[in-house]
Nanobody
Framework: VQLVESGGGLVQAGGSLRLSCAAS????????IGWFRQAPGKEREGVSC????????YYIDSVKGRFTISRDNAKNTVYLQMNSLKPEDTAVYYC?????????????????WGQGTQVTVSS
């Protein structure tokens, strides 16, 4: 069972990145997926989450209107499109899977985690 994030990098403020979270060893069909981030010296926070059937989503207030979460169960992959990036979005971004039909932005609810991908937004 493995989750692998990709798509992070260095971008200027106002730019865009698309993060991908690919699963191997299990199917994401029955899992809610969350994207979390952790900046140095800060707690891990839930950025966005999507239910197993994509019927429900959650966004933290600071990213509403800028980030979009989506999933392609046929590709066993979840995406986070990040637009209008700000320096305060700089963090390591993690995806996580929860065997649940409902979304949760509490990291304690999640069963599997990826290794993280660094996103750095320069001013």
């Amino acid at each position: 069972v493995q989750l692998v994030e990709s798509g992070g990098g260095l971008v200027q403020a106002g730019g865009s990145l698309r993060l991908s979270c690919a699963a191997s060893g299990f199917t994401l069909d029955y899992y809610a997926i969350g994207w979390f981030r952790q900046a140095p010296g800060k707690e891990r926070e839930g950025v966005s989450c999507i239910s197993s059937n994509a019927g429900s989503t959650y966004y933290i207030d600071s990213v509403k209107g800028r980030f979009t979460i989506s999933r392609d169960n046929a590709k066993n992959t979840v995406y986070l499109q990040m637009n209008s990036l700000k320096p305060e979005d700089t963090a390591v971004y993690y995806c996580a899977a929860e065997a649940s039909v409902v979304v949760s932005h509490d990291p304690r609810s999640y069963d599997y985690w990826g290794q993280g991908t660094q996103v750095t937004v320069s001013s």
